[in-house]
């Protein structure tokens, strides 16, 4: 069966979240690269839990935009395979959150997982415009 990417979006007030329930592929554990829905705000963090059936450790997150950018600022890299984790997303060497506008097309894409059917919940937390 192929990789599938499910998202969930939710806004309470000034504070978004968008939630991908992410499981590898039954044959080579790849997932598709699945486009974010729009939002506007800035990017505040990163947090990935492994499911059941846990990825390959040290597997990489990006979220690309347009201009192939790794909007993420390099926190996807090297993520856990044993246990949940948050990291801040900001420009490095500040406290600058990365903005996003709404007509932005955001790519969420995984690498470097090699386990058949894996499970990744990943939210990415936002402060809304």
């Known amino acids: 069966m192929a990789g599938t990417v499910t998202i969930v979006h939710n ?3 000034a504070i978004g979240r968008i939630v991908a329930t992410c499981t590898g592929d039954a044959s080579d554990g790849t997932f598709p690269a699945t486009a974010l829905p729009p939002f ?3 990017i505040l963090a990163l947090r990935t839990n492994p499911g059941a059936t846990a990825p390959t450790d040290n ?3 990006t979220l690309v935009d347009d201009d192939a950018v ?3 600022q390099g926190v996807g890299a090297n993520r856990a395979t044993a246990t949940s984790q948050e990291a801040a997303v ?3 060497g500040t406290a600058i959150h990365p903005p996003v506008a709404f007509d932005e097309t955001l790519t969420l894409t995984l690498a ?3 386990v ?3 499970i990744i919940v990943i939210a990415i937390v936002y ?3």
């Open 40 to 42: 506007s705000g800035r």
């Open 59 to 61: 597997y990489d997150i």
């Open 116 to 118: 058949n059917s894996a």
């Open 11 to 13: 806004r309470n007030g």
């Open 112 to 114: 470097g997982n090699s």
């Open 127 to 129: 402060a809304a415009n």
């Open 70 to 72: 790794d909007r993420l």
């Open 90 to 92: 900001v420009y490095l």
